[in-house]
């Protein structure tokens, strides 16, 4: 879901909370009352790489991210006990439909799913396959981000660039308002 969020309704926020963040907490409850009495097994829970940073004009989404992130860390240290294991998938530009059925709120669709195409896609085959590593080695966090680390260090070292990047993410976005 695109949009600022001056442009977002109470109803906009139900929607992507319901799918994105409900869908998961129940998926998770779920499967973890049952390998947890089994003493086994492995959730992963789909994220984003929008979850682990800022997402100007694309906050809702972010923000239900976030909380899978948080959902899904979280219960990798406290489901260890158990012998659970439970990493969050957080793929990036992967080419599934997802950009062509997302909602764009005052934004123009077209010219955001623009921007996107010029990203590299990666293709759902090598996001699984980068995603089937992760999971046996039980990693929390599953990013195929190129030089994911060094950016957060880099961004953590130089918080200015950092800061230059979502101005000018937003700056771009905004091209894309309709109003």
Not at 17 to 44: E, R
Not at 45 to 57: E, Q, Y
Not at 95 to 103: A, H, Q, R, S, Y
Not at 127 to 136: D, E, M, P, Q, T
Request: charged letters at 20%.
């Amino acid at each position: 879901m695109y949009g600022e969020l001056y442009d977002m309704s109470h109803e906009h926020w139900e929607r992507i909370i319901n799918v994105n963040l409900w869908g998961v907490i129940h998926g998770t409850q779920a499967a973890y009352t049952l390998m947890k009495k089994q003493g086994f097994g492995h959730i992963a829970n789909t994220a984003s790489a929008t979850g682990l940073g800022p997402s100007p004009t694309a906050a809702a989404y972010a923000t239900t991210k976030h909380a899978i992130v948080g959902l899904t860390t979280s219960l990798h240290y406290e489901a260890e006990a158990f012998g659970v294991k439970v990493s969050a998938l957080c793929p990036a530009f992967v080419n599934t439909p997802i950009f062509l059925k997302g909602e764009a709120i005052n934004m123009d669709k077209e010219k955001i799913n623009e921007q996107i195409m010029k990203q590299k896609l990666m293709s759902p085959e090598q996001f699984a396959r980068i995603a089937l590593k992760g999971i046996v080695r039980n990693e929390p966090i599953i990013c195929p981000m190129p030089l994911r680390r060094t950016m957060d260090i880099f961004f953590t070292l130089f918080p200015s660039v950092h800061r230059k990047l979502m101005r000018l993410v937003c700056n771009v976005a905004r091209k894309a308002s309709i109003n």
